[in-house]
């Protein structure tokens, strides 16, 4: 190990000094029982049961010859912690034909628990290290942790699927669950759903036309329906409260008193209830010339509503925030699958699939809180709902859509004069001053892209050559987004003692707009990032394989025998001008992997 005042990092072997003790067990069991009624033809129950035990014991002793003991005298962390899950299922199903008609209808009631404990301890400054982590009553200052979660969950549900005729298709669903982590007011939700389908190609006017000779299969789908979404602490709707020491002067004695209060570190909201996405759909089934081409196609608008977020706050009532149910996003989208047999012989037979996804969120709603609008005069001429600047939410907007500073390029030396107006020299970054007062405010933002992708795709291609050898090979690209990355700023202070990625940077001798100086300043009170397209099209996956004839393989006593060679991450095709844009501009590995599979 190094010293701190002597090397940057770490050595990455120092860990090897630690003294670690890592026990864990799991025990897990799942059971079934399922009964048939004989007296009433078509009706059974199902009970399926699951309990999952889990604990941990983990000891880490760092000594005084490590990197970080060596500063403390010996460093020792414990932390041990079990949990248990169950979950019981009750299911009731009935089905029956008649005639053309034919019903399925499932029940369910459900219920799960899951709850985890846990103790921790921290112990600093040893006398040696001959115990090392069977000691920590021996520390000079130790501190200690513990925690506790439980959440229990509970549903009921009702589906009825009727078909007629196997033209005709109708689904209803009606589903409540209630969930212990919501408000004391509002913690179950009702959530329903309906769907249709009509199979188009088993009528007999479709198998009766001309184009019942190219479309072998053709359905349309429609559907409405409602989900929740739970993802909230299991106490985000209570009062938490946090111990603090408090410590005062006895007037009567002179001395200092040390006593123990609790600080209310988050506000309560009984009716913190089910976040709710309302969505409908629409679709499309095909199959062409006999199942050598089909796919589908889907078109959806989802409307999210009573957001589960961080509600700000005034600061005088004492709390910054409240988790809350707020506002509205709509989502709406498109995606595209198809699957194709393009070339089928007794040589050669090659099949491709490939999928398409778009989508686009809109905030529609936040608080509700409305504020006037006004002309240049200041006249009130109207109201909207207001945005939350603070957290960069805008009605109108997308939820990731990027708001800030933005970057124009650098000033160059015949810019000097107008540079020092912002107390800028030349090399610096130019940020846009959208009102063009020299001074900058969040009138001077505005908005530069989205940081999900819209567009995504993906496609894969199977080859199979005299019935024994096969390749494959799989990409997919992301593209419609921008990202940020910090050293496109060049304002780092280690640019000369860190080893990294080779960078652009303006020098007099070399006065490029695309990035900044070393070391360069942007105007007082200004954060900025440069944002760059982060397109990418990657060759994910490439697989060869050779599966043994039976004849070649009898006479050894193998039932079969193949060999394979995937390449996982192949390579990438990219404008983002750093490492890897998916894997947060960190280089992604290349998986080189060789097997072989013998079945006796």
């Given at each position: 190990?190094?010293?701190?005042?002597?090397a940057?990092?770490?050595n990455?072997?120092?860990?090897?000094?630690?003294?670690?003790?890592?026990i864990?067990?799991?025990?897990?069991?799942?059971?079934?029982?399922?009964?048939k009624?004989p007296?009433?033809?078509?009706?059974?129950y199902?009970?399926?049961?699951?309990y999952?035990?889990?604990?941990?014991?983990w000891?880490?002793y760092?000594?005084?010859?490590t990197?970080?003991?060596?500063?403390?005298?010996g460093?020792?962390?414990?932390d041990?912690?079990?949990?248990?899950?169950w979950i019981?299922?009750n299911?009731?199903?009935?089905t029956r034909?008649?005639g053309?008609?034919r019903?399925?209808?499932?029940g369910?009631y459900?219920?799960q628990?899951?709850?985890?404990?846990?103790?921790?301890?921290?112990?600093?400054?040893?006398p040696?290290?001959?115990?090392?982590y069977y000691?920590i009553?021996k520390?000079a200052?130790m501190?200690?942790s513990?925690s506790?979660?439980?959440?229990?969950?509970?549903?009921?549900?009702?589906?009825?699927?009727y078909?007629?005729?196997?033209?005709?298709?109708?689904t209803?669903?009606?589903r409540?669950d209630g969930?212990?982590?919501f408000?004391?007011?509002?913690k179950?939700?009702?959530f329903?759903?309906?769907?249709?389908?009509?199979?188009?190609?088993n009528?007999?006017?479709?198998?009766?036309s001309?184009?019942?000779k190219?479309?072998?299969n053709?359905?349309?789908?429609?559907?409405w329906?409602?989900?929740?979404?739970r993802?909230?602490g299991?106490?985000?709707?209570?009062?938490?409260?946090?111990?603090?020491?408090y410590?005062?002067v006895?007037?009567?004695t002179g001395?200092l008193?040390?006593?123990?209060?609790?600080?209310?570190?988050?506000?309560a909201?009984?009716n913190?209830?089910?976040e709710t996405t309302?969505?409908?759909?629409?679709?499309l089934?095909f199959?062409?010339?006999?199942?050598?081409l089909?796919?589908?196609?889907?078109v959806?608008?989802k409307?999210?509503?009573?957001l589960?977020?961080?509600?700000?706050?005034?600061?005088?009532i004492g709390y910054t925030s409240?988790?809350?149910n707020?506002?509205?996003i709509?989502?709406r989208?498109?995606?595209?699958?198809?699957?194709s047999?393009?070339i089928?012989?007794?040589?050669?037979?090659w099949?491709t699939?490939?999928?398409?996804?778009?989508?686009?969120?809109t905030?529609?709603?936040?608080?509700?809180i409305?504020?006037?609008?006004?002309?240049a005069?200041?006249?009130?001429i109207?109201?909207?709902?207001?945005?939350d600047?603070?957290?960069?939410y805008?009605?109108?907007h997308a939820?990731?859509?990027?708001?800030?500073?933005k970057?124009?390029?650098?000033?160059q030396e015949?810019e000097?004069?107008?540079?020092?107006k912002y107390?800028?020299?030349?090399g610096?970054?130019?940020?846009l001053?959208v009102?063009?007062?020299?001074?900058?405010n969040?009138?001077?933002?505005v908005?530069?892209?989205n940081?999900?992708?819209k567009?995504?795709?993906?496609?894969?291609?199977?080859?199979?050559?005299?019935?024994?050898?096969?390749?494959?090979?799989s990409?997919?690209?992301y593209?419609?987004?921008?990202?940020?990355?910090?050293r496109?700023?060049n304002?780092?202070?280690l640019?000369?003692?860190?080893?990294?990625?080779?960078?652009?940077?303006?020098t007099?001798e070399?006065?490029i707009?695309?990035?900044p100086?070393l070391?360069?300043?942007?105007?007082?009170?200004?954060?900025?990032?440069i944002?760059?397209?982060?397109d990418?099209l990657?060759?994910d996956?490439?697989?060869?394989?050779y599966t043994?004839?039976?004849?070649?393989?009898?006479?050894?006593?193998?039932?079969a025998l193949?060999?394979?060679l995937?390449v996982k991450?192949v390579g990438y095709?990219t404008?983002?001008?750093?490492?890897d844009?998916?894997?947060s501009?960190?280089?992604?590995?290349r998986?080189?992997?060789?097997?072989?599979?013998?079945?006796?």
């Open positions: 190990w190094e010293d701190s005042s002597e940057f990092s770490v990455p072997l120092s860990s090897l000094n630690n003294k670690s003790n890592d864990r067990s799991k025990v897990i069991t799942n059971n079934v029982v399922e009964i009624l007296f009433v033809p078509g009706l059974s199902k009970l399926n049961t699951g999952t035990y889990q604990s941990s014991s000891k880490q760092q000594g005084m010859d990197y970080y003991g060596a500063r403390s005298n460093i020792l962390n414990t041990d912690w079990h949990s248990q899950e019981l299922e299911i009731i199903t009935y034909e008649f053309k008609h019903i399925f209808f499932t369910l459900s219920a628990s899951y709850e985890k404990e846990g103790n921790g301890m921290e112990g600093k400054d040893f040696n290290d001959v115990m090392y000691q009553s520390a200052t501190s200690g513990s506790y979660t439980k959440q229990n969950h509970i549903s009921q549900m009702a589906r009825l699927n078909s007629y005729d196997s033209r005709y298709l109708l209803l669903t009606a409540r969930y212990s982590a408000g004391s007011q509002s179950f939700g009702i329903p759903s309906m769907a249709i389908g009509w199979n188009i190609s009528e007999h006017f479709f198998q009766t001309p184009l019942a190219v479309v072998s053709l359905k349309y789908r429609l559907s329906g409602k989900n929740g979404n993802s909230i299991e106490y985000a709707a209570l009062m938490q409260l946090d111990p603090r020491k410590m005062y006895d007037p009567a001395q008193v040390t006593i123990n209060t609790f600080f209310c570190y988050n506000m909201n009984p913190l209830k089910w309302t969505s409908y759909n629409l679709g089934d199959t062409f010339l006999k199942g050598r089909g796919g589908s196609i889907d959806y608008h409307s999210t509503t009573d589960l977020n961080n509600r700000q706050l005034p600061s005088l409240v988790k809350a707020i506002g509205e709509w989502n989208g498109l995606e595209l699958s198809l699957h047999t393009n089928q012989n007794s040589i050669l037979t099949r699939s490939f999928n398409l996804m778009y989508n686009k969120n905030i529609k709603h936040l608080y509700g409305m504020e006037d609008i006004t002309d005069d200041g006249k009130v109207g109201r909207k709902e207001a945005d600047i603070d957290n960069g805008f009605i109108g939820l990731d859509e990027v708001w800030g500073y970057y124009e390029g650098v000033w015949n000097a004069e107008e540079a020092a107390s800028q020299i030349p610096d970054p130019k940020i001053d009102d063009q007062n020299y001074k900058y969040n009138d001077d933002k908005f530069q892209g940081t999900t992708p567009v995504r795709w993906n496609m894969r291609n199977e080859f199979t050559l005299f019935k024994n050898f096969d390749i494959s090979f990409m997919y690209s593209l419609g987004h921008v990202k940020k990355m910090d496109f700023t304002n780092n202070a640019l000369n003692t860190v080893n990294q990625i080779k960078r652009d940077y303006w007099a070399n006065p707009n695309s990035y100086r070391g360069a300043k942007s105007p007082s009170g200004v954060t900025y990032y944002y760059k397209k982060a990418f990657r060759l996956n490439i697989s060869v394989g043994f004839p039976k004849a070649l393989i009898s006479p050894l006593k193998l039932e193949r060999l394979n995937t991450n095709f404008g983002w001008p750093a490492y844009p998916e894997n501009d960190s280089n992604t590995p998986t080189i992997t060789f097997g072989i599979n013998v079945t006796l």
